[in-house]
């Protein structure tokens, strides 16, 4: 069972802000740091979007956002586009040394 | 460019064992730790181990802990991860990941191999 929990599915029309929270349920997740976000589309390998909770890779888009709260960490998409309907998943290292994943979010463009 | 070429899988039965490799290139591979996860069909992803730059230590998921060995040959710029006493769970495929910092990893992905396992 996950440590992680988040929305099966997050909808939104073309230019609105949506907004995925992952949060954790167990204190093995520690200070809650280490979350990143990964976009995933069918059939292809996972991208990193965020990383240390509001950290952008070069070359991701700034319409890509990642924030805090307590045990809560989320992932705002402004300017929804089209090409932003996909998989979304959050992960965060525990204080034992694995990774833990979350079941992932399905965006809609509606 | 960062290139991560995974290897190896294939279809076996239950109870056998399959190595897997991911072969790095266009970073310098001795600095990075290096992730395995895994995707079943129409499932989400599922970390499986992380071994540190130097190797000096190896973490694992509980589903695969005591079976699945992560390891590397920095001198091939390798990763491997040897997977013995599969299960149908097993499926899946399965992906090598290079590390950002000590707290993130995935700024580069393989496509991916898959394991099947099944009678």
């Known amino acids: 069972q996950s440590a992680l929990t988040q929305p099966a599915s997050v909808s939104g029309s073309p230019g609105q802000s949506i907004t995925i929270s992952c949060t954790a349920t167990s204190s093995d997740l520690g200070g809650y740091d280490s979350v990143s976000w990964y976009q995933q589309y069918p059939g292809k390998a996972p991208k990193l979007l965020i990383y240390d909770v509001n950290n952008r890779p070069s070359g991701v888009s700034n319409r890509f956002s990642g924030s805090k709260s307590g045990n809560t960490a989320s992932l705002t998409i402004s300017g929804l586009r089209t090409e932003d309907e996909a998989d979304y998943y959050c992960a965060s290292y525990s204080t034992t040394g694995i990774v833990v994943f979350d079941g992932g979010t399905k965006v809609t463009v509606l | 460019q960062v290139q991560l070429v995974e290897s190896g899988g294939g279809v076996v039965q239950p109870g056998t064992s399959l190595t897997l490799s991911c072969a790095a290139s266009?970073?310098?591979?001795?600095?990075?730790?290096m992730h395995w996860v895994r995707q079943a069909a129409g499932k989400g992803l599922e970390w499986v181990a992380v071994i540190w730059y130097d190797g000096s230590y190896k973490f694992y998921a509980d589903s695969v802990r005591g079976r699945f060995s992560i390891s590397r040959d920095n001198s091939k710029n390798t990763v491997y991860l040897q997977m013995n006493s599969l299960r149908a769970e097993d499926t899946a495929v399965y992906y090598c990941?290079?590390?950002?910092?000590?707290?993130?990893?995935?700024?580069?992905w393989g496509e991916g191999t898959p394991v099947t396992v099944s009678s």
């Open positions: 266009g970073f310098t591979f001795t600095s990075f730790g």
């Open positions: 990941a290079k590390e950002v910092s000590s707290s993130s990893f995935g700024d580069s």
